[in-house]
Nanobody, 125 residues
Framework: QEQPVESGGGLVQAGGSLKLSCRVS????????VGWFRQAPGKDLEFVAA????????NYGDSVKGRFAISRANAENTIYLQMNGLTSEDTAIYYC??????????????????WGRGTQVTVSS
């Protein structure tokens, strides 16, 4: 079963940047959608961004549009999430999910079949 692996989280000051990575299998990288979601303490899981490269689909959550960018590195089977202009509201655990069945890069967590363990992002004000 697919097991995405996230990395790149950490502590950053407000206004700073971080780049998260999600490594997946080659099959997933070529055919599935990969999405980033986050969960802050006491809050629901929130859609951040998703990509399906072969369909040319990229979606962003409203709270991150214009600040975050999702991309991929072909040679590394890795999806990146570049996060700029971070605020304390971005503090959360960030999870990478894989959607093989639908592969629409949808903002709905229920469509993602496999998840990584998450990486903590903390923004200090």
């Amino acid at each position: 079963q697919e097991q995405p692996v996230e990395s790149g989280g950490g502590l950053v000051q407000a206004g700073g940047s971080l780049k998260l990575s999600c490594r997946v299998s080659e099959r997933t990288f070529k055919t599935a959608a990969v999405g980033w979601f986050r969960q802050a303490p006491g809050k629901d899981l929130e859609f951040v961004a998703a990509i399906n490269w072969w369909r040319g689909t990229i979606n962003y959550g409203d709270s991150v549009k214009g600040r975050f960018a999702i991309s991929r590195a072909n040679a590394e089977n890795t999806i990146y999430l570049q996060m700029n202009g971070l605020t304390s509201e971005d503090t959360a655990i960030y999870y990478c999910g894989v959607d093989i069945d639908y592969a629409t890069a949808a903002p709905r967590a229920v469509e993602y079949e496999a998840w990584g363990r998450g990486t903590q992002v903390t923004v200090s004000s």
